[in-house]
């Protein structure tokens, strides 16, 4: 599924990132997620509150997670390409899921999460991010949420850890 997000041209774009809420959308992440132009979810919502409450931050993209079932998650896509500005983001909850070869496809983000680790790194010239879990802490992984900075073609990427 592609959608299209533009913001005022020339204007850098602020994308915050979250997964894994699992129904707990914390005032810490709220928090963080304030001043995005866009919000991505990488899975594992919870309830349509949580989409309720990030899209009054800002415009909201979620993809469904292996934990998201009922009538409300069946109306998310498993993936979704978001053009932001100049650039294209592949949205995944999770990356075994990914079978698509990035540079071929143009696509500068691939988003997940699932993994409750976050993480980013990039491989050749595409960035792999997962923001980690906003939700409920899991084991010792902190909790955290994830920012883009993207201006042009270029991509900047930040793990915001959340002290709760």
């Known amino acids: 599924m592609r959608r299209s997000f533009i913001a005022r041209r020339g204007a850098p774009i602020k994308v915050g990132v979250i997964s894994d809420t ?38 909201t993209f979620a993809v469904r997670g ?21 650039i294209r983001v592949h ?6 899921h990914f079978g698509l070869d990035p540079d ?12 409750h680790r976050p993480s980013a790194e990039r491989r050749g ?6 923001p980690g879990s906003a939700g409920p802490r899991r084991f010792t992984l902190p909790i955290a949420v994830a920012r883009l900075d993207i201006s042009g073609h270029r991509v900047r990427s930040k793990i915001v850890e959340l002290v709760c």
């Open 91 to 96: 949205v995944v909850h999770q990356i075994a």
């Open 104 to 115: 071929a496809a143009g696509i500068s983000v691939v988003v997940s999460g699932h993994s």
């Open 125 to 130: 010239g595409v960035l792999y991010l997962n």
């Open 66 to 86: 292996n934990n998201d079932r009922g009538a409300w998650a069946a109306k998310l896509p498993l993936t979704a390409d978001i053009k932001v500005g100049d």
């Open 22 to 59: 699992h129904g707990l959308l914390r005032l810490e992440a709220l928090a963080a997620l304030r001043g995005s132009d866009l919000i991505i979810h990488a899975g594992d919502v919870g309830n349509t509150e949580v989409l309720d409450r990030l899209r009054d931050v800002a415009p």
